[in-house]
C-alpha cells in the first residue's frame, strides 16, 4: 500500500480556499481533512473528534512537550493545534490527509514532516481579493485594508511553497487540487513497497 499523501493547504483570508476545499469533498476528494486540538470549550452542537479535539491546557501542553502537536498556535487565550497521532494513522494506511491551516502553522509542519506537500492558493488578483472581501459585507472598510495589507505579507510566503493553485475558477481549483494529489501520490518516495512486491519472487 502506498503512503498517504500529508498535504497543507494555506492561504489569505477571502481567496477562497474554504470554498475550494468544500467543493473538492463534494465531488469525493481522495483525501481526509485533519481535525484540530483546542483548549476553548465546546461550543453548543460541536463534537469532539468530528469539529475538533477538545482538551485541557495541561493536556495539550504534554502533548507538546511530548512533540505529539505538530503545529500550534495560541488565540484569544486558548491553543489550537494538529495532532500527530490521527494524522500519521490515517497516513500510514495510505490515506491523503489535508491540514488547512494558516502560513505559521505551514512553516512549523515543513519544520516537523520535511515529506508534507504545501500548497498556497492565491486570488487572482488583491483587487479581486478587495471586491471579495468587501461582497462578504462582514467588516468595515478598515478591517478589509487591513486584510488586504496582511494578505500581501502572506502571499510573499508563497515562494517557500511546493505549489501555487490561482483561484480564479472553482472548478479549476478543485481540478488543480486533485492534480497534485495524484502527482504526490505517484512519487517514488510514497511507493518505495511497490519496489519490494515487484522483486519478491515469491509472490
Known amino acids: ?17 474554504g470554498t475550494v476545499l468544500k ?19 465546546p461550543r453548543p452542537g460541536e463534537e469532539n ?6 482538551m485541557s491546557k495541561e493536556e495539550f501542553a504534554s502533548k507538546l512537550e511530548q512533540d505529539e502537536i505538530l503545529e500550534h498556535a495560541t488565540y484569544c487565550g ?8 490521527p494524522v500519521y494513522e490515517r497516513l500510514e494506511r495510505g490515506e491523503n490527509v489535508i491540514l ?6 505551514a512553516l512549523q509542519i515543513r519544520e516537523k514532516c520535511p515529506e508534507a506537500v504545501l500548497v498556497f492558493v492565491l486570488p487572482p488578483s488583491l483587487a479581486e ?4 472581501l468587501v461582497e462578504r459585507n462582514t467588516e468595515n472598510e478598515e478591517v478589509v485594508n487591513r486584510r488586504l495589507e496582511q494578505a500581501a505579507g502572506e502571499i510573499e510566503t508563497a515562494r ?25 501520490k505517484l512519487k517514488t518516495q510514497n511507493r518505495m513497497n511497490i519496489i519490494d512486491e515487484v522483486l519478491d519472487y515469491d509472490a
Open 1 to 17: 500500500m502506498s503512503k498517504g499523501v500529508l498535504l497543507v493547504f494555506s492561504g489569505p483570508s477571502g481567496c477562497g480556499k
Open 23 to 41: 467543493e473538492f469533498f463534494a465531488q469525493g476528494g481522495n483525501a481526509f481533512l485533519s481535525v484540530s486540538a483546542t483548549t476553548r470549550q
Open 160 to 184: 517557500q511553497y511546493d505549489y501555487m493553485i490561482v483561484n480564479d475558477s472553482i472548478q479549476d481549483a478543485v481540478d488543480e487540487l486533485n492534480t497534485i494529489l495524484k502527482a504526490e
Open 129 to 132: 481579493l478587495r471586491r471579495r
Open 49 to 54: 473528534g468530528v469539529h475538533y479535539f477538545f
Open 78 to 85: 486558548n491553543f489550537y493545534g494538529t495532532p500527530r497521532g
Open 100 to 105: 488547512e491551516i494558516e502560513v505559521q502553522g
